[in-house]
């Protein structure tokens, strides 16, 4: 059993953490004076583009995506240590890369779905950074943990879908540049499969009947970095057939086709959170005294920092474990360590990021430390793709079915 990086990893790798050093690391200030000068809070600041051009210079771009035809051909354990890296920097990092959600899971749809008419279209704006996309699946009237209860309407009008629904925390859609949606709905709302009853259609952002509502807040959050999360809604909005995704009724297995990846690429961005959470405790601890010694010396706050050490140790194992066997035995395969690594790494860092704030205590809660809003991502993702209690149910199910 070898626990080493290979070559390639290893040489994207320190490229990386160089790049996080140089370019990435001193341009979150940036951002943020750039962005309270915009004439909206969802235009995108210089420095981004800047950082997009510096990463994509350096051969550090869409580095998630497995096929060597569109992106950087890195397996999942190859890609896993890369994405943990930008995860350091959650709200730049991934962004300057290519590799943000939902972007990522999108492109690999089209990828391995899409018509080739829909990937000169859509995909490869994707993934020269020249647009941004939304995935429209999640609805407020409705627990959309269970995907078939989804109630958006995909009509069959002659060569046209008509396509009427709700949608909210629809990841990305404030962004000017969201120029895509990959929306979900029922095609077949009687059809005796209900894992058959979906579909997913190409719906642009520009088409009539589709309206951006509102942003939805995250902990108080508006996440303009990603642009944002919207309610969205579309009255008839009408797309050509062409714009299918797939077949129909194949909606459903293309959304877990999409989530699989994507909740290892979450999970390694969560330890990324948990390591800048320990610099950052380090850092406070050695320079801050309380009660007239430093906080390192405290027995609470080295018990904080030594749990949260192992912690990341033990995550970072059965994460890599997991994407080995994607890599391996394929998504099916690594059906019980996805599911594991989607329960644990959430709540895991959720926990560092708390003792985190607790430690630097009215810092921790404020924009002068980034702890705060790592910690509205971290928690969010124990709701994100599927809440913890989903998978737990699913995982249960699983190991008690070998003694039934």
């Known amino acids: 059993m070898d626990f080493a990086f290979d070559a390639r990893t290893e040489e994207l790798r320190a490229k990386l953490l160089a790049f996080m050093d140089e370019y990435v690391y001193p341009a979150e200030a940036v951002a943020e004076e750039q962005r309270a000068a915009l004439a909206s809070p969802w235009d995108t600041p210089a420095v981004v583009g800047e ?29 896993a240590p890369l994405a943990e890296i930008t995860g350091r920097s959650p709200h730049l990092a991934p962004t300057a890369t290519n590799c943000a959600a939902p972007d990522t899971g ?48 995909i009509e069959r009008d002659g060569d046209e879908y008509v396509i009427t629904g709700r949608k909210w925390y629809i990841s990305g859609a404030m962004n000017p540049d969201c120029a895509i949606f990959i929306v979900m709905g029922k095609t077949d709302p009687d059809g005796a499969d209900i894992r058959r009853q979906q579909s997913m259609v190409l719906v642009p952002r520009d088409t009539p009947g ?44 293309i959304a877990q086709a999409r ?8 999970c390694m961005r969560l330890i990324g959170m948990a390591e800048r959470a320990i610099e950052l405790m380090c850092r ?40 080995w066997l994607m890599d391996t035995v394929g998504n099916k395969g690594a059906h019980t360590e996805i599911q594991a690594i989607k329960i644990a790494t959430p709540r895991a860092v959720v926990g560092i990021l708390d003792r985190a704030i607790q430690l630097h205590g009215a810092g921790g809660v404020s924009q002068d430390f980034p702890l705060a809003e790592l910690y509205a ?27 039934l």
Do not use: C
């Open 210 to 253: 589709v309206t951006v509502r509102r942003a939805m807040q995250v902990f108080g959050y508006e996440d303009h970095s990603h642009g944002g999360h919207a309610e969205v809604v579309f009255d008839r909005a009408r797309v050509p057939v062409a714009n299918l995704v797939g077949e129909e009724g194949g909606g459903f297995a």
């Open 377 to 403: 991502s971290a928690r969010t993702l124990m709701l994100a793709d599927g809440p913890d209690e989903v998978h737990q149910r699913s995982l249960a199910r699983r190991e008690l079915k070998r003694y």
């Open 259 to 266: 989530l699989g990846p994507g909740r290892i690429h979450h």
């Open 51 to 79: 950082l997009k051009a510096e990463a994509r210079r350096q051969g550090l771009w869409n580095l998630f995506l497995p096929d060597g035809e569109y992106g950087a051909g890195l397996t999942n354990l190859q890609y």
């Open 106 to 153: 999108n492109m690999e749809v089209l990828a391995q779905f899409g018509t080739e008419e829909q990937k000169k279209q859509w995909l490869e704006p994707l993934l020269a950074g020249e647009i941004r996309s939304a995935f429209a699946m999640t609805e407020p009237e409705v627990a959309s943990s269970d995907a078939t209860n989804i109630t958006t309407h």
């Open 284 to 323: 406070r601890a050695v320079g801050r005294t309380a009660f007239g010694k430093a906080l390192a010396q405290q027995g609470v706050v080295q018990n904080w920092i030594a749990d949260a050490r192992v912690t990341v140790e033990q995550l970072r194992l059965l994460v890599l474990k997991t994407a």
